[in-house]
């Protein structure tokens, strides 16, 4: 790569490190105080905060930029998912960014000189019913359309692919085909925040953690810059990269969104040994499965179905989820759990995301992720820099502008209508 | 799990219960301009600490409740009956 990290990461310098037994790394980043102006501050160290501040640095030129987290960095969202990537959309807008992310995902470890584990082992939908199998079909068609790899599967091949699954007429909802993404896949999540961090940093954008935003400034209906619980930070541009608290923060600017928090929480099992090499979803409940490089099984399921800001939550999600795995998975019935978490969601009221500008001038907002933020990290983080560069919204953002509920504009991928919970 | 207290039946489990959403909303007159619509069926406050919000008893006696809830600590404050139709409600 042509940044300025200081050491690259590469088998000679791995090499070179065990002579003195990885005592000398140097860090990966700098813990800078911050600056009392930047040109470009962006509100939320995840992911797509992360992924911003490497874009406006790398494929724009503005390094003069802060990147301001409350916590640590990947802390919320970024290391709270079930890790799952895939461009398996059905509606021309999600299908074309989606598949413009995937692709990033395909060259990122390289991109960033840091190895994100980026699976590429598949993603199977289930259908469960003829009905079901038909609107898979249309998607895959619309998918393969877009350019996007989709295939129709039969029970036959979803049994060969997934041995494990119970695919026998006895099953509570009999497995009618799948929809298969063979590209879809997953990485590890915490891998993406910290090489996007260390990679934006040696272009000398400033990565300030542990400090809160507690206030949007602003001078005849623009932001002047930013107070934090460390100072004031004066910029002209700010961008919001704070999915499950988008609704929070862009009040202070005086913006109310399209938006409810929720909460949506996540499991691992015990670790076992190689049982499944795709990642699953159940078609008849909400349910998803893959299997980590550990060997434990991750999973989640829908939400807890209240506004909560509290990244945590209560069991009768969790027993909804083991229900959905027990059905799918005979032999999970016998399997422990060893850890379960909680994020916060920002929930549209179409369960598409808000990338653009707002009605306050300089102030950019990236949230509304709804479940599916992670897989949109590096493809956000493209979009948003080109938003935030060139004061307009980015072709691949256009549609998923705040102004589309007003014009009716809405992107309903499961047609569930103006009920956050719902998407 | 949230106990939440119906008025009618007492304290019961969540799962008995349906979430019904935003408790504050005032549904628009039907010549109300479209902004006005805009907001009541799109915009949220979506606070950050206490939330008036609608449950549904729907495994119970069906009854409508208003629960006054935060939603960082989950403690329910408070829950009074809904007097129907909600949507018709004066601010």
Sequence with gaps: ?423 | MLLIECPWCGARDQTEFTYGGDGTLVRPANTAPMAAWHEYVYLRDNPRGRHTELWQHTSGCRQWLRVVRDTMTHEISASSPVELPFGDRKP
Excluded at chain 1, 380 to 395: C, E, L, M, N
């Design chain 1, 1 to 423: 790569m042509d940044s300025g990290i200081v050491q690259k990461y590469s088998i000679i310098s791995l090499a070179r490190h065990a002579l003195t037994g990885h005592r000398n790394w140097p860090r990966a980043w700098r813990d800078p105080e911050p600056k009392s102006a930047y040109d470009v501050v962006i509100i939320g160290g995840g992911g797509h905060g992360l992924a911003t501040a490497y874009y406006l640095a790398k494929e724009h030129g503005i390094a003069n930029v802060a990147v301001i987290e409350k916590g640590w960095l990947g802390g919320g969202n970024t290391g709270r998912n079930t890790t799952i990537v895939r461009s398996n959309y059905l509606l021309p807008a999600n299908a074309h960014f989606y598949e413009w992310s995937l692709k990033l995902w395909e060259g990122l470890s390289a991109e960033l000189n840091y190895n994100v584990m980026f699976s590429q082992r598949g993603v199977l939908n289930l259908a469960h019913s003829d009905a079901q199998l038909d609107a898979y079909a249309r998607r895959g068609n619309a998918m393969r359309l877009h350019g996007i790899d989709a295939e129709l599967l039969t029970p036959g091949q979803v049994h060969e692919m997934v041995p494990l699954l119970d695919c026998s007429d006895r099953a509570r909802f009999p497995i009618a085909g799948g929809l298969l993404q063979p590209r879809g896949g997953t990485a590890r999540h915490d891998a993406v925040a910290w090489g996007y961090a260390r990679a934006a940093d040696s272009y000398g954008v400033d990565i300030i953690q542990n400090c809160e935003v507690i206030g949007i400034e602003r001078d005849g209906g623009r932001v002047v810059g930013v107070e934090t619980s460390r100072g004031r930070i004066k910029a002209d541009k700010i961008g919001i990269a704070v999915a499950g608290n988008s609704g929070h923060v862009a009040a202070m600017a005086g913006i109310r969104l399209p938006i409810e928090s929720h909460l949506l929480q996540a499991m691992v099992s015990e670790p076992l040994k190689p049982m499944l090499d795709t990642v699953v979803t159940f078609g008849a409940g909400h349910f998803y499965v893959s299997q980590s490089d550990k060997g434990e099984l991750v999973m989640g399921g829908d939400l807890d179905m209240y506004n909560s800001y509290a990244q945590r939550g209560n069991l009768p999600a969790l027993e909804e989820v083991a229900t959905g795995g027990a059905q799918l998975f005979p032999i999970m019935t016998r399997l422990r759990m060893m850890r379960h978490w909680g994020g916060v969601m920002d929930m549209t009221m179409d369960g598409s995301p808000i990338i653009g500008t707002l009605p306050v001038g300089g102030l950019y907002l990236d949230g509304g992720w709804c479940y599916g933020g992670f897989k949109a990290t590096p493809g956000s983080g493209w979009v948003f820099a080109d938003t935030i560069a060139q004061d307009r919204p980015h072709p691949l953002c256009e549609a998923f502008s705040l102004e589309r509920f007003a014009r009716g504009a809405t992107i309903d991928e499961k047609g569930a209508g103006p009920t956050p919970n719902a998407h």
